[in-house]
């Protein structure tokens, strides 16, 4: 995934060493970050392109902040358009 691009080789390392652990909340921790950040990053790209309103940006990082699984971003930065995104 490292390859890919998915991930960095820190977050790689990160995850290989949770992996290793016998704490498998602390991989779903690790797991958690990671989606995060990728999540905010959508939010941000979707936001610069003009995909989504300043509002609608801060409800769905609102919504990421409060643990919500960042699934509901499923299509963002893909809408054809420029449509703006839900809020």
Request: proline letters at 5%.
């Amino acid at each position: 995934m490292a390859r890919a691009g998915r991930l960095t080789a820190e977050e790689a390392d990160r995850l290989t060493e949770a992996a290793a652990t016998d704490d498998p909340g602390h991989f779903e921790a690790v797991v958690g970050e990671i989606q995060g950040r990728h999540a905010r990053a959508r939010v941000d790209a979707a936001l610069e392109a003009g995909q989504l309103t300043p509002e609608a940006a801060r409800a769905m990082l609102a919504r990421l902040e409060k643990g919500e699984d960042p699934r509901f971003l499923r299509g963002l930065g893909r809408r054809a358009g420029g449509q703006k995104g839900p809020a």
